[in-house]
């Protein structure tokens, strides 16, 4: 913003002082000089709305998959009207209160950045059980690095061999990861982190989706794994209490 501001000043007061200092020897320089920097400091408040209008449009082309999966969800699509031209899906849907979202992380202490998607939804977790199912080409997020780690818990070589699990308790990513179809489904989303702690659930997945269809199958996908989650932290508990 405050670069902004300086991309507009810097001209005008420039353009100001040359006709003030009466640069030139007669009165057609002096026309022709300040008006062509009146010009220049008019300019950024002519290319900067449209270069703004048509990032905007890129951007709306972009997620124009975001925007249908309304049509899909009965969620509300908002694209704000300056940068960054990040749009949000919002609402309930399933019952559940989803946030999604765009956004860039850093690779490492690289200064590349990727992009990725993130679904967010409010969990009811009073024991504060939590779970991390990460592929290891993702990085860690700063919740789940210090998280206890733990090895084979699902007897899958496949899972064990794409994904780096931890849980608290240990014996709670056995039993999530004992369900065959919530394998599978897994092991056909696109690479991603998993984190479910204390009151939120929070599915990173890489890239930015396109089809509506597939952002559709990604949230059944989060609200499933809910819905797992629950029906096995009750069963948890209920057999922690009869011991």
Sequence with gaps: MIKRKIFYIIPLFFSMGC???GIGFDANSLVYTGGFFLILSATPYVYLPFKRKRQKLKAVQKYQGWSNLTEL???SYSMPENEPFLPAVTGEYRGCKISMLPYLERLGNTKLMRQFTMI???IQNPGKLRIFIRDKE???SMFSFFASSIHGVSGNPKIEKRFTIKSNPERLAHL???ETTVVERLLKTVPFRLELLDDFFILTLDGVQKDANIQKENLDLAIDFIN???EISSRYYSNYKAA
């Design 73 to 75: 969800t009965g969620l």
């Design 138 to 140: 993702m990085l860690d």
């Design 176 to 178: 999530m990861l004992k």
């Design 19 to 21: 006709i003030a200092s």
């Design 120 to 122: 967010k939804i409010p």
């Design 228 to 230: 797992h989650f629950y």
